[in-house]
């Protein structure tokens, strides 16, 4: 057996090991910056069995979508605009988000329904190793009907599975979190469910920006005007349209329809046009405003294409309102009919009012006219309710027009059809083993180096053995 190597190889070779390290390493949590959400998504499906209850033959109801909401893959709810902070040294998160999701069912005989649930305006704080989610909402108690409306109730406990989301970076992706129902949500919940039920897996990305650059946080997430702090003007007869938008989803079932397994298609917007998540926004508004009388034309189109002949491209739309009913058109060319200003649909336009240099109308109640009909090759009749319209115009140079719904720039998987509730989340802002992703990458490239190096260290001790006679080996 060989003797050991003397006690001052030992010491060079971990001075080594040490000074290599030491180089490769990242600054520890406490050197690591805090940061400003801005812009991102979450999607959940809340309870894809409460989903199918409220559509199904029992209840005979609907959901429909507000604030901007849109819906993914299957049985998931897409809510967007995050706002929030994130402080990278102790991984605590905070974010809200916009949009909201109303379901109706059992109607009664008056019109009304006895099951009647809004939940929207979700938000999520997680530090250590979970979180709680909130909502807001507003339901109808079972057999009493009484309604009330909570504000930001803590409604799901969330699990991180581990995740360290310590470390910074640019963007935080959590997919498949764990959530089950508190006391709180359940009683909120109208008693539709127990507490401790496990709900559907959330799913979110949120961007972050360094504290030192980011602007000041919003306090509200929802995408609102941002209003001329100047003098009110009065409404001109015939004021020429600046700029403005039209926001417009053409119909949420349509949209699922095209990237579902029957068409398998797809949609491509030009022109300026702009994905919005449950809407394509047309912008580059241009006509004039005349005391509650809008006529404008806008940018942008959309074309939808897949299989089974699907081919509908929607360009040049317009919006016109008269006597407090709007009406929108488009350029229309289908597989089987083409036109120009077509009629699509028509909205409630009675509260189009002129503040602030701004004339808008939000998510007004639209319905599919015969033309319509016609422009969608027969899959609905005239009468059916479509998505509402938004339709906002700038008759003042500096009034701002409403922000499109910010669903940020974290590229992240679409979620799965049915989320396995064993699959682990993923952190982008940390390793799923509590590691950094700096100091994995670090680790990974310092390994080589530290291996050369050390392998360069042995090398030359033993050709210094061998000037001297001896070796290490026998």
């Not at 940020?408 to 950094?436: H, K, L, M």
Request: aromatic share 6%; with cysteine; proline share 6%.
């Amino acid at each position: 057996m060989s003797p050991p190597p003397p006690p001052r190889r030992y010491g060079a070779l971990v001075a080594l090991c040490l000074a290599v390290l030491g180089a490769l390493l990242p600054a520890g949590p406490a050197q690591a910056a805090s940061g400003t959400v801005q812009g991102g998504r979450l999607d959940w499906g809340i309870k894809s069995s409460f989903q199918s209850y409220v559509t199904g033959p029992v209840a005979q109801g609907s959901y429909s979508l507000t604030g901007g909401a849109a819906t993914v893959g299957q049985n998931q709810f897409r809510f967007h605009s995050a706002r929030g902070t994130y402080d990278a040294g102790t991984g605590a998160f905070t974010a809200a988000f916009s949009g909201g999701v109303h379901f109706l069912g059992h109607r009664e005989g008056d019109g009304g329904h006895q099951l009647d649930l809004t939940i929207s305006n979700p938000s999520v704080r997680l530090a250590g190793n979970g979180g709680t989610l909130y909502v807001d909402i507003v339901s109808k108690a079972r057999g009493s009907g009484v309604v009330t409306s909570s504000s930001q109730v803590p409604f799901a406990t969330l699990s991180l599975g581990g995740v360290d989301l310590r470390g910074g970076g640019t963007g935080v992706v959590l997919n498949n979190l764990p959530a089950t129902l508190t006391a709180q949500g359940a009683r909120s919940f109208a008693g539709y469910y127990t507490a401790g039920t496990a709900l559907d897996p959330v799913s979110l990305s949120a961007d972050i920006v360094a504290a030192t650059t980011a602007a000041p946080t919003p306090t509200s997430a929802s995408p609102t005007p941002s209003k001329s702090t100047g003098t009110k003007p009065t409404a001109v007869p015939g004021k020429a349209v600046e700029d403005g938008v039209v926001d417009w989803g053409v119909r949420r079932t349509f949209r699922e329809y095209v990237t579902g397994d029957i068409a398998r298609g797809r949609w491509a917007l030009s022109g300026g046009a702009e994905d919005g998540g449950a809407l394509f926004r047309f912008p580059g508004g241009r006509g004039t405003y005349d005391d509650g009388e809008l006529r404008a034309a806008f940018e942008g189109a959309v074309r939808f294409t897949g299989e089974h002949g699907l081919d509908l491209r929607l360009s040049r739309v317009r919006a016109v309102v008269e006597d407090g009913e709007g009406t929108l058109y488009a350029d229309v060319a289908g597989a089987e009919f083409s036109g120009t200003r077509v009629p699509l649909v028509t909205f409630a336009a009675d509260e189009l009012a002129l503040e602030d240099g701004l004339v808008a109308v939000s998510e007004a109640p639209a319905t599919l006219t015969g033309k319509g009909a016609r422009a969608f090759g027969g899959m609905y009749r005239a009468g059916t309710a479509m998505d509402p319209v938004s339709v906002a115009v700038a008759v003042a140079e500096d009034a701002e027009l409403p922000a499109l719904p910010d669903l940020g720039s974290s590229a992240t998987p679409e979620p799965e059809p049915t989320p396995s509730a064993s699959a682990q989340p993923v952190a982008g802002a940390s390793g799923g083993d509590g590691v950094s992703p700096s100091l994995v990458a670090g680790l990974g490239a310092g390994g080589v180096l530290l291996v050369a190096a050390v392998g360069a260290f042995v090398l030359r001790q033993r050709r210094r053995a061998a000037a001297h006679g001896t070796t290490e080996d026998n």
